[in-house]
T-cell receptor, first 113, second 115 residues
Framework: DSGVTQTPKHLITATGQRVTLRCSPRSGDLSVYWYQQSLDQGLQFLIQYYNGEERAKGNILERFSAQQFPDLHSELNLSSLELGDSALYFC????????????FGSGTQLSVL | AQKVTQAQTEISVVEKEDVTLDCVYETRDTTYYLFWYKQPPSGELVFLIRRNSFDEQNEISGRYSWNFQKSTSSFNFTITASQVVDSAVYFCALSEAVGGFKTIFGAGTRLFVKA
């Protein structure tokens, strides 16, 4: 158990809908990362937060947004969903977010039908 | 630009064979960190090793060893006497100071170890 909790584990929804994925980092970790893993694109970095502030951004679509709350949990919001958004979404955390190993959650499997 | 290339998409070996997974990285930074992660069939991502750019010493951990060569921008991973339980997808990753230390991953190498 990595100590990173992601909910829900599975999510099935329809095109055009909006969903929210939730992540609770390990106790003491201030940095949270979001990744998207699809079959044809490997692990794609979406965004990183440190202590509530955005630290780095990857190729995150404008339809996607995220934030980290004062209690350090993070949410990834995906809107106007398309079939191609179906993927496994991982959250990871680390203490400072500076060159440290990441602890990954078990992921949220999103299926857009 | 920050980039990690794992040219080997899939590798299949027979148990007890040695296997090397290649990783080539690109960075303009002098301060960076390299990692290997394992993703077994169960799906979780497990950290294996971390190396910083100032430490080129190779490392051995049991049947696992890593060869870091800055001259060729490579960070290769060797499994000695492979076992069926080593079957997984292995990811190489890079975190550099420029860009806020975001960690980007290579495409992964799927390793099949047959009994």
């Amino acid at each position: 158990d990595s100590g990173v909790t992601q909910t829900p584990k599975h999510l099935i929804t329809a095109t055009g809908q909006r969903v929210t994925l939730r992540c609770s980092p390990r106790s003491g970790d201030l940095s949270v990362y979001w990744y998207q893993q699809s079959l044809d694109q490997g692990l794609q970095f979406l965004i990183q937060y440190y202590n509530g502030e955005e630290r780095a951004k990857g190729n995150i679509l404008e339809r996607f947004s995220a934030q980290q709350f004062p209690d350090l949990h993070s949410e990834l919001n995906l809107s106007s969903l398309e079939l191609g958004d179906s993927a496994l979404y991982f959250c990871a955390s680390s203490v400072t977010g500076i060159g440290e190993k990441l602890f990954f959650g078990s992921g949220t499997q999103l299926s857009v039908l | 630009a920050q980039k990690v290339t794992q040219a080997q998409t899939e590798i299949s070996v027979v148990e007890k064979e040695d296997v090397t997974l290649d990783c080539v990285y690109e960075t303009r930074d002098t301060t960076y960190y390299l990692f290997w992660y394992k993703q077994p069939p169960s799906g979780e991502l497990v950290f294996l090793i971390r190396r910083n750019s100032f430490d080129e010493q190779n490392e051995i951990s049991g049947r696992y060893s890593w060869n870091f060569q800055k001259s060729t921008s490579s960070f290769n991973f060797t499994i000695t006497a492979s076992q069926v339980v080593d079957s997984a997808v292995y990811f190489c990753a890079l975190s550099e100071a420029v860009g806020g230390f975001k960690t980007i991953f290579g495409a992964g190498t799927r390793l099949f170890v047959k009994a």
